[in-house]
């Protein structure tokens, strides 16, 4: 059984940073996301890191947000720096088995588990 817990979301003011926190439990799987959903929008892709440690950025963070991942620790982090307004949204980390991740990572479909998310809210 897998288990994803967010942590670290708030509020920030346009400018500034928040570090997200994705404690992982259970089987490893090759890929890691964040995802984000605002209110009335649909879930959109935010950043992915492969098991190699490659990752993927969606154009609208490229540059601003950076994804990592402690394997010891067996936790997924989201850096988020220089924070804009549109950038408020529930924030999902999740994990799934992809035979060609780096073309499928921002389809949230693809994906098994999702954590319960956590808010981040940019004035």
């Known amino acids: 059984h897998v288990q994803l817990v967010e942590s670290g979301g708030g509020s920030a003011l346009a400018g500034g940073s928040v570090r997200l926190s994705c404690a992982a439990s259970?089987?490893?799987?090759?890929?890691y996301s964040w995802f984000r959903q605002a209110p009335g929008q649909e879930r959109e892709g935010v950043a992915a890191?492969?098991?190699?440690?490659?990752?993927r950025y969606d154009d609208s963070v490229k540059g601003r947000f950076t994804i990592s991942k402690d394997n010891a620790k067996n936790t997924l982090y989201l850096q988020m720096n220089s924070l804009k307004p549109e950038d408020t949204a529930l924030y999902y980390c999740?994990?799934?088995?992809?035979?060609?991740?780096?073309?499928?990572?921002?389809?949230?479909?693809?994906?098994?588990?999702w954590g319960q998310g956590t808010q981040v809210t940019v004035s």
């Open positions: 259970g089987y490893t799987f090759n890929t």
């Open positions: 890191i492969a098991s190699d440690g490659k990752t």
């Open positions: 999740a994990t799934g088995l992809f035979l060609q991740w780096a073309l499928q990572w921002d389809n949230a479909g693809k994906y098994t588990y």
